[in-house]
């Protein structure tokens, strides 16, 4: 485009901003911007996006407060920046201010503050965010609900967790996936197996954190029978070569003892991280 002398509109600007933020090279993405003639709230969103992807809150609050003009996504970007850098009060701050001045929040906006409050070991808030929650009609989202889930959950709080999981009218596989976790977790072990085979009964669908959490299960009760039964499983559905669901796989064998399936599993591990060679590492140990 600069040989050409092509001079993008506003779209085309907005795009090649997103790209060179996807691309983590957001000096392009801010000469992009500062070379725009007109901007539009995209384009505000794109910059803003971009900084607090990479954790500089002090850019992405200075375009924040530049902004002309705001929506959801640039309360959600800020939010998610601070959460993301470990502020999580300021993260609250800014959904405070974003409530005081009106703004219509969405999913997004109650699942990250959600996870604020876990952040904060603010169990009270939690609660507070949950009634909120309710009283806009947001309990019936699947996105919004499994953040509650999750929240109650890891905030030790697991009646209210499966409560809450039992009253959603949708539930997908992130909100099954909370509860299995939040079972484990909470060292409710029998619960949680009971819960993944009602998921798999029901056509679900299994994730890594679902893998994971009933791996977890199979080390504490070193029930390394099921556990190779769950490793076929894993298998089956394609997840041999997930290093998540193979870490957590061979964690299984090697605190149940079994070091030579364990140590056959990390050789066939395609790229095996920090925490594959720890867990072989400790089960030696």
């Known amino acids: 485009m600069l040989v050409s002398g092509f001079k993008p509109t506003i779209f085309v600007a907005n795009c090649l901003i997103q790209m060179y933020v996807k691309c983590s090279y957001l000096e392009y993405a801010q000469k992009a911007f500062e070379e725009m003639s007109h901007r539009d709230t995209v384009s505000w969103n794109a910059i803003l996006f971009g900084y607090a992807g990479c954790g500089n809150m002090s850019m992405a609050q200075e375009v924040f407060d530049a902004m002309p003009e705001r929506d959801v996504i640039s309360w959600n970007s800020l939010i998610s920046g601070y959460l993301q850098s470990g502020s999580y009060r300021k993260s609250v701050y800014v959904f405070l201010e974003m409530w005081e001045k009106g703004v219509r929040v969405d999913d997004t906006t109650f699942a990250m503050v959600s996870k604020v409050c876990l952040g904060l070991e603010y169990y009270d808030l939690g609660v507070q965010v949950h009634g909120v929650v309710v009283r806009m009609g947001f309990d019936s989202d699947v996105v919004t609900g499994s953040a509650i889930v999750d929240m109650y959950a890891k905030s030790k709080k697991l009646r209210e967790s499966i409560r809450f999981f039992k009253e959603m009218p949708v539930k997908n596989w992130v909100s099954w996936s909370a509860l299995i976790a939040g079972c484990v977790h909470n060292d409710d072990y029998v619960g949680g197996l ?60 090697a605190k149940c003892g079994q070091l030579s399936d364990g140590r056959k599993l990390f050789d066939t591990l395609p790229n095996p991280n920090l925490q594959s060679h720890n867990a072989l590492i400790v089960g030696y140990a």
Do not use: P
């Open 194 to 253: 009971e819960f993944f085979t009602e998921m798999q009964r029901k056509g679900v669908g299994v994730t890594q954190s679902t893998y994971a959490s009933i791996f977890r299960w199979c080390a504490s009760l070193s029930a390394v029978r099921f556990g190779m039964q769950l490793h076929g499983h894993a298998l089956k559905m394609n997840f041999g070569s997930d290093i998540i669901v193979g870490t957590a796989t061979l964690d299984m064998y």
